[in-house]
T-cell receptor, first 110, second 114 residues
Framework: SQQGEEDPQALSIQEGENATMNCSYK?????LQWYRQNSGRGLVHLIL?????REKHSGRLRVTLDTSKKSSSLLITASRAADTASYFC??????????FGTGTQLKVEL | DTAVSQTPKYLVTQMGNDKSIKCEQN?????MYWYKQDSKKFLKIMFS???????INETVPNRFSPKSPDKAHLNLHINSLELGDSAVYFC?????????????FGPGTRLTVT
């Protein structure tokens, strides 16, 4: 399976703290994307980083990509209760096929 | 307006039956996808269509047959349903021709086979 691994599988933090999730993948990529999934809902695209980029920011999100290590990280700063969700990394390949990681379940407590 | 919609939202049926799930996107995208998410939340692509042409066909039993009547619709028909088909099925779309690779997902169809 080409499915990537995400670490940690679950993360529980207090509101206001930062949350960091890591993703490792196995094959060469065109881009890497992060998605959020709230319980019982569809996935929502958060951010895309291309294979020639090393870091990208969007609001409270910061994504890094290290293609030599085949890894990426997602940092959510100043977390809120509304950030509670599952977060998935996905690598984009031929035909825009997305291969998803195993996901990190984030719980942000008040 | 809902960007990517799926019907039905829930589907409970018995083994051996044939069922269809419908997907529509009003984003004007050229590419649509079907994904399966199992009980452990693993998401795996099944099919992808670009301008009504099948471009990705993963290792999926041939009981699953996608159909794209036009660019805005991608339906999934499943024959002879099995217990292992129980999962949440997501439709998604993207505009690949403009170099925009993010995918927009529908709300999912939870299929339960008894």
């Amino acid at each position: 399976s080409q499915q990537g691994e995400e670490d940690p599988q679950a993360l529980s933090i207090q509101e206001g703290e930062n949350a960091t999730m890591n993703c490792s993948y196995k094959t060469s990529i065109n881009n890497l994307q992060w998605y959020r999934q709230n319980s019982g809902r569809g996935l929502v695209h958060l951010i895309l980083i291309r294979s020639n980029e090393r870091e990208k920011h969007s609001g409270r999100l910061r994504v890094t990509l290290d293609t030599s290590k085949k890894s990426s990280s997602l940092l959510i700063t100043a977390s809120r209760a509304a950030d509670t969700a599952s977060y998935f990394c996905a690598t984009g390949g031929r035909g825009n096929k997305l291969t998803f990681g195993t996901g990190t379940q984030l719980k942000v407590e008040l | 307006d809902t960007a990517v919609s799926q019907t039905p939202k829930y589907l409970v049926t018995q083994m051996g039956n044939d069922k269809s799930i419908k997907c529509e996107q009003n984003l004007g995208h050229d590419t649509m996808y079907w994904y399966k998410q199992d009980s452990k939340k693993f998401l795996k692509i099944m099919f992808s269509y670009n301008n009504k042409e099948l471009i990705i066909n993963e290792t999926v039993p041939n009981r699953f047959s996608p159909k794209s009547p036009d660019k805005a619709h991608l339906n999934l028909h499943i024959n002879s349903l099995e217990l292992g088909d129980s999962a949440v099925y997501f439709c998604a779309s993207s505009q690949v021709s403009s170099g925009s690779y993010e995918q927009y997902f529908g709300p999912g169809t939870r299929l339960t086979v008894t």
